[in-house]
């Protein structure tokens, strides 16, 4: 495989890595999120893990680099299906995931991100100008 | 890898299905997706071949299968993301994948999906006795 597909759902992007991931392949993910959010005005990145018994030092900078992109882009990544043996092993190897949150599963996930985007709706209706006058 | 992760998303499950499947995957998701469907309650099950770029008579036969059994335990299956030569593959080769439905994206399949849902909610509030007299 060459490419590791993403889901549009909603105000999120949705993907499932299930293979071990080399070089070439973290690179195209990397670009393909960011062109898809471009693309798909997503606010938010869902990225499982739940098929991974391994996460070592490459595939936590590739989550890390994926995260500072997406932010760039107005985006939030949410890590999704850590195993526990996995968040152990990360804290003993002190990759702490800078820039990334995590959720307990996929619903979670999403559920965070909808709750920013409506956060973010409000936010930006309050500060807007009241063009609608006194509706 | 000996198991493709499946995720739950609201009243469907969701499964994306990124590597060439054989005897023992195929088996192995069809037993994880039943237990899934009954211990979540599932109405749906989504399945995401956008990364596939062949589908033999064997992947048509076993997509078929995951259908039939989901429908027994009163389940949709969705297939989503079907690449344009996939499908004409597939009616080259006489493979209707019976009892399966398609979406173009995992988000129209997740709309098909809580439509029915809505739906079947109607129904059965409209066939149910009314038990909460003239509320």
Same mark, same amino acid.
């Given at each position: 495989?060459?490419? /590791?597909?993403?889901? $549009?759902?909603?105000?999120? @992007?949705?993907? !499932?890595?299930?293979?071990?991931?080399?070089?070439?392949?973290?690179? &195209?993910?990397?670009?393909?999120? !960011?062109? $898809?959010?471009?693309?798909?005005?997503?606010?938010? +990145?869902? /990225?499982? /893990?739940?098929?991974?018994e391994i996460v070592d030092?490459?595939?936590?900078?590739?989550?890390? =680099? /994926?995260?500072?992109?997406?932010?760039m882009l107005d985006a939030? !990544?949410?890590?999704?299906?850590?195993?526990?043996? +996995?968040?152990?092993? @990360? +804290?003993?190897?002190? @990759?702490?995931?800078?820039?990334?949150? !995590?959720?307990? =599963? &996929?619903?979670?996930g999403m559920a965070l991100?909808?709750?920013?985007? &409506?956060?973010?709706?409000?936010?930006?209706?309050?500060?807007?100008?009241?063009?609608?006058?006194?509706?």
């Amino acid at each position: 495989m060459d490419r /590791i597909p993403i889901l $549009k759902l909603g105000h999120s @992007l949705l993907v !499932t890595i299930q293979v071990d991931m080399h070089d070439r392949l973290a690179m &195209a993910l990397e670009e393909d999120l !960011t062109q $898809k959010i471009v693309s798909s005005g997503a606010k938010g +990145v869902l /990225i499982d /893990i739940s098929a991974l018994e391994i996460v070592d030092s490459f595939i936590g900078r590739t989550l890390a =680099n /994926i995260a500072g992109v997406s932010r760039m882009l107005d985006a939030d !990544t949410v890590v999704v299906g850590m195993r526990p043996a +996995v968040a152990i092993t @990360l +804290v003993e190897l002190g @990759l702490s995931l800078p820039g990334v949150r !995590t959720a307990l =599963n &996929a619903e979670r996930g999403m559920a965070l991100i909808s709750r920013r985007v &409506a956060e973010a709706d409000r936010d930006g209706a309050a500060d807007a100008p009241d063009v609608h006058g006194d509706e």
